[in-house]
Structure formats: C-alpha cells, structure tokens
C-alpha cells in the first residue's frame, strides 16, 4: 500500500514539474514596446500627446515615462532638458500616455519609459521622435 501510493505521489509530482515548465513561458513573457504615436523617429506637427503601446499589461504603479527635449532648431549641444508632463497608464492596461503641460515646441523629443508587468520584472527603454 505504501509502495502505490508513494507511486502516486511521485507520478502527481511530475506531472506538476511538467505543467510547470510547459505553461509559464507565455504568462511570464517581458513587455515590450509594440507600436507608438508619434511612431519611432517620426517627425510630427505640435503635439502634447505621446501614447506607447505595450505588449503585456502594466502595473499602472511601477510604471511610467518622462519626457525629455534632446533638441532644439539651430542650437548645437542641446543638454537633456525635462518636460513638464504627467505618464499614466491607459484604460486598456498595456498603453502608457504621456501628457505634456502644453504642446510641444519644435525640437526632438526622447521619452524613457519603464515598465513592469505580471512577472515583476522593471523593463525600461526610451523612445525618439521630433516636433517640426
Ligand atoms: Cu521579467
């Protein structure tokens, strides 16, 4: 009787191990970055709305964006300069929108993102784009 059911047990516990390794590759996947607007490198008339979109869904807490101007027509070493806006995460779950206080001037533009999904890990990358 001990035998079988040790036998059982070891046969229940494989199966677990096997479930395991099949099931979590999906569920556990990184988010990345999909699709934007403006699109990567695009060159936009004004605009105070950045959108990114993610291919997992976020924990609106952890993640998040900032805003910076890299550029500015016909001034040379333009330092990172800060933009006033407000990174949230969208009713969809998986886009974050960046609103800036105000449309933004003619420049080049990078937003860093960060962003972290159901397997917890902090994601982070960045996104370019200029106002014409
Ligand atoms: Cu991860």
């Known amino acids: 009787m001990i035998a079988t059911s040790r036998r059982l047990e070891l046969k229940l516990l494989l199966s677990v191990a096997a479930a395991a390794l099949l099931f979590p ?16 490198n695009a060159s936009v008339p004004r605009t105070a709305t950045i959108t990114l979109s993610f ?5 609106p807490k952890l993640s998040g964006a900032r805003l910076i101007m890299t550029g ?6 333009h330092p990172d300069m800060p933009m006033k806006a407000a990174a949230s995460v969208g009713p969809d779950g998986k886009t974050i929108v960046v ?4 449309p933004l001037p003619a420049g080049s533009y990078r937003v860093d993102w960060h962003v972290v999904s159901s397997d917890t ?8 784009f200029s106002v014409r």
């Open 55 to 59: 291919s997992e869904t976020l924990m």
């Open 121 to 128: 890990h902090r994601i982070t990358g960045s996104h370019a």
């Open 99 to 102: 609103k800036a206080a105000s």
């Open 25 to 40: 590759v999906a569920a556990m996947a990184h988010p990345s970055l999909v699709g934007a607007n403006p699109a990567a």
């Open 72 to 77: 500015m027509p016909g001034m040379k070493n």
